[in-house]
């Protein structure tokens, strides 16, 4: 028989379907069929009276699983329970899970051999593929026990759902004991009877598994709580009760599971699941599903987000070539930027080419984070999600992002991140003056705003003034109206747009570029405002002259500006009166006929003689428009000439390093609004306080601040904070393509995230009317490595400090604006607004105190974002090692917080969760070994709780 070594995180693909079985000649296979995006099948496991080698030999046991596929006859291992030490009835809290669309049927096997470990520092990372039948080498750790087998379907056609089954040698003749395995069902169906069998497309047999709708909870006594033996026996009497409700906490009456599942798996691809059981301090039990799933959303929005830029980049070397002529000077500095311009717009589209021949997995692993093909692709991005269903207390669903810290990884850190290369950049150009003409990065960012408002609002202006004429000429005083309306909004929109000092300015600036300028001394200038104001009173068409281009070899009179954009607002004033005019003469008219309905040639008359009379207007309108924005667009884009020559190249290095960080950042960020999104839809002050104030996003970091390191939390931290110029919207899906749509440019984004139709209904009326919707990033950091032991005692901490002491103030400002737009009602019960302000003076305290690894600070933070309603991210360089550990404590803290676990089960349910939980299975997926990279020496240096579990350390790639 062969054997081979299951690898988790293509569990699916390795297999297959059981169409291509049938289609092979194979016998017909029952298969199991579960709740949808549940797991097919869920056991937990648990020995008895073991007999060990030597009678005073105490037993350290753990079980492993492996499946025998019926039409492939492998034998493949599966999976393994963590190392219960001490006794010889062990009782497993690591469950197993079979995913759903793992090939599992009634006929399938499964084979659990138990073995004793003599030393776990070589056990746990031996993946070595033993034969079947023999037993492992003495030097490996372990030593076989004993084994046994059933099929799936004796155990799920049980009447009791359990079987206990006996262990034998490997000659099958002496008895070693019993195992006993217990069926799960954690879930629920609104509908639907147990046992229903159904048939599928091929005429298969399906079991639908379906649990009860009722839960009855084993107790267990107080003075057997710390005993294994007790528990075990107790657990199992009441495991014929037993059913496990796992019903999503964001579940309503209202709409199906199903009705969730196509957006949210348009985005979570490849889950992994473990289960376990763990004793609450009132002794009894409680389930935990832990979850993670990697999202498409890792390529899909870099993608959209490259796109963007190379059109925007398109438009700017446009803009620069469209100039006129320049002065000399002027004109080799422009070619030269458009130069590097040009190139480094072809790098963009060379690295959008290269994404798109991506097939494969849809993370990028932590080995990877140097390619520079992927540079914009965030490293390691799962979902990590933890299901507790405890006794009396409602279920609940933890999540937390993991990624690895936004950062220029193939760029380098030589000289820095971009907090400091951003600030060490903007003094030098200061400098350059003689060269070009500075402008702040305030004055450039409104340049690139004014050109936005310019590319948006013009379309849309000649779009409503086209509908203006067409409804003057259907005669129709109602659509007449509502044109006039929707024009004179959009075009005060952009005549406010151009109120700005910095387009006079930039004029002139402009016109001294010109070849042979002479500046004319300007009288007193006007007010531009109050000479707007003032031709609102003028609105007869003779009164507006159209100006001539910029002149280039005459004198510059500076109020020209003010004229040319004032005419705007004139016309606009004279097509109102014109409209006024015809209307109060069509209803004079109306009233003169009284009952005596016109004539159809009446109505084509009159609608004649309205367009003839409107179109003079609407054209003048039009072309003082388009002197408006051919002046303004230069003025503008002279101004960005300006900010990218005063510092070629390192002013467009800086932009692209700036775009791969915030790739990275913003692929993390649309995953986990999408997911709090989805779990709170039906949580009304969630989404109230959504629309009202915003989204809190904070992010955990776990970087040093020594060497490389601190040049990757300086990217993070200019990355995070950019996130502030996102704004998301939700909009209701007109297919079945939920993926998000990215518009907007570099100082501005809107993130349309799509929903179902079913699920957009449940939206308050303001989201549902396209409401922006703000987000509040925040960044804590603490390193807890031995560079950080490094970085505190001879090197410098006052990044960290800096960055922690910033975000505090940030994340009051939050929750300021919280308290002042919320009804005080709005958060459970166990979050009163005195537990956050009590949080938030202990997170200022302990950040104050510039306590050595004080990694109190991420656990405050992590407490306030959950108690806020916000989203958790974690990171550290490749989100695998200690992201790990810190996401595994702060599951169990919150076991124990929040769901009473028992506190002398705390450290036991941490090493479950690190042995064989879902994080090791992501180092398995980012270097293709199950051992967290750390040595003995670099774990003395890390905090006492995010230490692993002996034997799941080693040397390993990263």
């Given amino acids: 028989m062969e054997i081979k070594e299951e690898r988790a995180s293509d569990e699916a693909q390795q297999f297959l379907p059981s169409s291509q079985i049938d289609s092979l000649g194979e016998p017909q296979l029952t298969s199991i069929q579960r709740i949808a995006n549940e797991p097919k099948l869920e056991f937990s496991l648990a020995c008895k009276d073991l007999v060990a080698a030597t009678r005073d030999r105490k037993l350290n046991t753990f079980i492993q699983v492996s499946v025998v596929h019926p039409a492939e006859h492998v034998l493949t291992r599966y999976s393994s329970t963590e190392i219960v030490e001490g006794t010889r009835d062990p009782l497993f809290l690591t469950g197993v899970t079979f995913p759903p669309e793992y090939p599992i049927y009634e006929e399938t096997k499964i084979k659990l051999t138990v073995y004793d470990v003599k030393d776990k520092s070589q056990d746990t990372v031996h993946t070595t593929v033993l034969p079947d039948h023999k037993e492992p080498r003495t030097d490996v750790g372990r030593s076989f026990l004993g084994f046994t087998t059933f099929t799936v379907g004796d155990l799920v056609k049980s009447k009791e759902q359990q079987l206990t089954l006996t262990l034998r040698t490997s000659d099958g003749g002496k008895t070693v004991g019993t195992i006993e395995v217990n069926l799960v069902n954690m879930g629920e169906l609104e509908d639907g009877e147990p046992g229903h069998v159904t048939t599928d497309s091929q005429d298969q047999k399906l079991l639908c598994f379906l649990p009860l709708k009722s839960c009855k909870r084993g107790f267990l006594s107080a003075a057997s709580a710390h005993n294994t033996e007790n528990l075990e026996r107790m657990a199992d009497r009441k495991a014929k009760e037993e059913c496990a409700l796992v019903r999503e906490c964001t579940a309503s009456e209202g709409i199906s599971g199903k009705d969730n599942l196509p957006s949210l798996n348009a985005v979570l691809k490849n889950p992994i699941c473990k289960l376990y059981r763990f004793p609450t301090s009132d002794n009894k039990w409680m389930r935990i599903r832990e979850q993670m799933a990697e999202t498409i959303l890792s390529f899909h929005v870099p993608k959209e987000l490259i796109n963007l830029h190379i059109k925007e980049d398109m438009r700017r070397n446009q803009e620069l070539k469209d100039l006129g002529e320049l002065a000399p000077h002027w004109d080799n500095m422009r070619k030269s930027v458009i130069a590097h311009c040009d190139q480094m717009l072809s790098m963009y589209q060379d690295t959008l080419a290269e994404l798109g021949k991506h097939t494969g997995s849809s993370f990028k692993s932590s080995c990877s984070k140097g390619e520079k093909t992927l540079e914009f692709i965030p490293i390691n991005l799962h979902l990590q999600r933890m299901h507790v269903h405890s006794p009396l207390l409602k279920d609940a669903l933890y999540d937390v992002i993991t990624v690895g810290a936004p950062a220029a990884h193939f760029q380098g850190f030589k000289n820095g991140g971009l907090r400091k290369l951003l600030s060490k950049f903007e003094t030098e150009r200061r400098n350059t003056g003689y060269q070009c003409i500075y402008y702040s990065p305030e004055n450039t960012a409104k340049a690139k705003e004014v050109l936005s408002n310019i590319n948006h609002l013009q379309p849309l202006i000649s779009s409503h003034a086209d509908l203006l004429l067409n409804s003057a000429s259907q005669h129709s005083p109602d659509s007449l109206k509502n044109s006039l309306k929707m024009l004179s909004e959009k075009t005060e929109l952009f005549v406010h747009a151009f109120k700005d000092q910095l387009v006079r300015s930039a004029l002139l600036a402009l016109y001294t570029a010109r070849p042979g300028c002479v500046l004319k001394k300007p009288a007193v200038p006007r007010n531009s405002a109050e000479e707007g104001d003032d031709l609102k009173h003028q609105d007869h068409p003779s009164q507006v002259k159209r100006q001539d281009s910029i002149p280039h070899h005459s004198e510059y009179d500076e109020e020209e500006w003010d004229r040319v954009w004032a005419n705007v607002g004139k016309s606009l004033n004279c097509v109102i009166a014109m409209v006024d005019k015809l209307l109060e003469k069509d209803n004079s008219g109306n009233t003169k006929e009284g009952e005596t309905d016109p004539s159809t040639a009446d109505c084509k008359h009159a609608g004649s003689d309205w367009y003839e009379q409107l179109y003079p207007l609407v054209i003048t309108l039009k072309d003082c428009m388009g002197e408006v924005v051919t002046r303004a667009k230069q003025s503008m884009a002279f101004v960005l000439l300006q900010e990218l020559a005063c510092g070629l190249p390192q002013c467009l290095m800086l932009t692209l ?213 916000g989203v958790r991210f974690t990171c550290c360089k490749s989100a695998k090692d200690r992201t790990s550990m810190s996401v595994t404590l702060e599951q169990c803290s919150i076991l124990r917080d929040e769901h009473q676990l028992h506190k002398d089960f705390f450290i036991r349910a941490l090493d479950c969760m690190r042995r064989e939980g879902c994080r090791i299975e992501n180092v398995l997926k980012n270097v293709k070994c199950r051992k967290y990279a750390f040595n003995m020496i670099q774990l003395m240096a890390f905090p006492k709780y995010y230490r692993p579990p002996e034997g799941t350390y080693g040397k390993s790639d990263t």
């Fill in 657 to 869: 390093r700036r775009d791969i960080v915030f790739s990275q950042a913003l692929a993390g960020l649309v995953c986990g609004f999408i997911i709090k999104l989805h779990t709170g839809l039906h949580d009304q002050g969630f989404l109230q306080q959504l629309h009202t104030v915003g989204l809190l996003v904070q992010y955990e970091g776990l970087l040093s601040t020594y060497s490389e390191e601190a040049g990757m939390l300086e990217d993070m931290a200019v990355g995070i904070s950019d996130l502030q110029k996102v704004m998301f919207k939700v909009i209701e899906a007109k297919s079945e393509d939920f993926l998000p749509i990215i518009t907007g440019r570099r100082e501005h984004y809107v993130i349309e995230v799509q929903l179902p139709a079913k699920m957009f209904e449940l939206l308050p009326q303001e989201i549902k009317e396209g409401k922006l919707l703000r987000m509040y990033p925040v960044l804590f950091n603490v390193g807890i490595n031995e560079q950080q032991t490094l970085a505190d005692r001879f090197g410098d901490t006052t990044l960290q400090e800096n960055i922690n002491q910033e975000n505090l103030q940030l994340l009051k400002e939050y929750y300021n604006l919280f308290t002042e737009k919320m009804p005080p009602d709005c958060l459970p019960h166990f979050q009163e607004q005195n537990d956050l302000k009590g949080l938030l003076e202990s997170l200022h305290q302990s950040i104050q105190a510039k306590k050595r690894k004080n990694v109190e600070i991420m656990w405050l933070a992590a407490t306030i974002c959950r108690k806020l309603n």
